[in-house]
């Protein structure tokens, strides 16, 4: 029977929790209820709050002293963070699900991402309709809208929390079924080593070519949306993990939305972890002529005399300037010398983009000098310089990156061939 762990309030959430569990129970698999609440609870569980404040290296008493809402949170989170890792580790966990507001996300996102990728989670959220990257944490979370506030039991909301159990025991089952105890998302032993690559849509043909000259040399190709998610908390996450045999990072547009304010910033820790775990990466400037921002009315006032053009009617891309360009430039640089393991950095002389190359709207080759003469002046003699003659998505740029990275890998390639 499989075993769902149901993470909850049960002081202010308890009959919705209790619901969940019932209908879990249902539909064949066993509840198994750990509550994160600070006040007294509606029912009993399996894992009380006193144990998860303990986790913590804390108590309810000094949590309910101390009143303030976010340490509560924060410390709850981290004590079932320890318990889930606990639960996974004994084999007494196959998925995970919570009823919650926002703080009820914020801690269940928090101590959910101590569990692998893979092992389905699932967060039945009143804000869930918003911006949920902060709950992610490069975890493959699932997250239902709870349309109305989780305050009671009513037709809607049994309708929507029955759901959630459908939702969260199937998963289970499937999960369950295809995985071998223990693992993550890092390759098995009958699995090729994998080497993550980056994408955007105006990179696209690059990761395509890309993928393709992974693959003809016995490797994994896993393609992550450099989004600002898709760098900051997976593909980083997972680097760190050591899931990655390598990294092709052919697109790092990300960095520019983080200089000037998109709204695809990866963060400072975008382009830290191939190089902190010396995990041997070969890096271009793929989109990095471009910010990412919203919808076209409304961008703010000091970005609407740039060059922009509308992506969808959500996304308007903005080409960075030279000044920008320079910047950008060294901050690639710097990040790249601080690599432990081989590096190396492709520049596409003639576009970095789908949009940059000649005739196309960004094309600036006042930005692209700044850009490359940045990246020249303050890249250390440990990181391989090359520079091609071509645009990024000319099929033979992303050939010639593959191949360095697979330079780098001759013991694996060896055995996996």
């Given amino acids: ?11 202010t959430k308890g009959a919705e929790h209790r619901h969940l569990a019932a209908t879990i129970r249902r539909l064949g698999a066993q509840p198994l209820l750990i509550d994160v609440g600070v006040g007294a609870p509606a029912l009993d569980a399996d894992v009380d709050n006193v144990a998860v404040a303990a986790a913590a290296g804390s108590t309810i008493a000094e949590l309910v002293a ?152 016995s490797l994994e190709p896993v393609v992550f949306h450099a989004v600002g998610a898709g760098g900051e908390s997976s593909l980083e996450a997972l680097t760190r993990a050591g899931a990655f045999a390598g990294v092709l990072d052919i697109t790092t547009t990300e960095l520019a939305d983080d200089l000037v304010g998109g709204v695809m910033s990866a963060g400072p820790q975008r382009l830290t972890a191939a190089a902190d775990t010396a995990t041997p990466q070969v890096v271009s400037v793929g989109a990095i002529d471009i910010v990412n921002l919203g919808p076209l009315d409304r961008i703010a006032a000091h970005h609407r005399d740039r060059l922009l053009v509308a992506h969808n009617s959500q996304m308007t891309l903005m080409r960075t300037t030279a000044d920008e360009s320079a910047e950008l430039g060294k901050r690639l640089a710097h990040k790249l010398n601080r ?73 694996i390639t060896k055995e996996t061939s």
């Avoid at 926002?102 to 959220?125: D, K, N, R, Y």
């Avoid at 992610?136 to 809607?156: E, M, Q, S």
């Avoid at 600036?364 to 003659?389: K, S």
């Fill in 66 to 217: 101390r009143g303030e809402r976010g340490h509560a949170v924060d410390t709850m989170a981290r004590g079932a963070a320890v318990v889930l890792a606990q639960l996974w580790g004994e084999g007494r966990l196959d998925a995970a699900v919570t009823l919650g507001g926002g703080g009820g996300t914020t801690l269940a996102g928090a101590a959910f991402a101590v569990l692998p990728v893979g092992v389905p989670t699932l967060i039945v959220s009143t804000v869930a309709a918003g911006d949920m990257r902060p709950h992610v944490h490069g975890r493959d979370v699932t997250f239902t809208y709870a349309v109305l506030d989780i305050a009671g039991l009513n037709p809607v909301t049994r309708r929507i929390v029955d759901n959630a159990a459908g939702a969260i025991v199937g998963m289970a089952d499937i999960a369950a079924a295809s995985r071998d105890p223990g693992t993550d998302a890092s390759p098995t032993a009958t699995e090729r080593p994998m080497v993550a690559i980056t994408s955007f849509g105006v990179t696209t043909p690059a990761v395509d070519a890309a993928r393709r000259a992974v693959a003809s040399n």
């Fill in 339 to 411: 690599a432990r393991g081989p590096v190396a950095l492709y520049l596409p002389l003639v576009g970095t983009s789908s949009l940059s190359v000649p005739g196309g709207p960004f094309h600036d080759p006042i930005a692209d000098a700044a850009l490359f003469g940045a990246i020249r002046t303050h890249l250390h003699e440990n990181v391989r310089l090359v520079e091609l003659d071509l645009d990024v998505n000319d099929p033979r740029f992303a050939t010639a990156m593959v191949n360095e990275l697979i330079s780098y890998l001759p013991a």
């Fill in 1 to 11: 029977m499989r075993t769902v762990v149901v993470l909850g309030t049960l002081d």
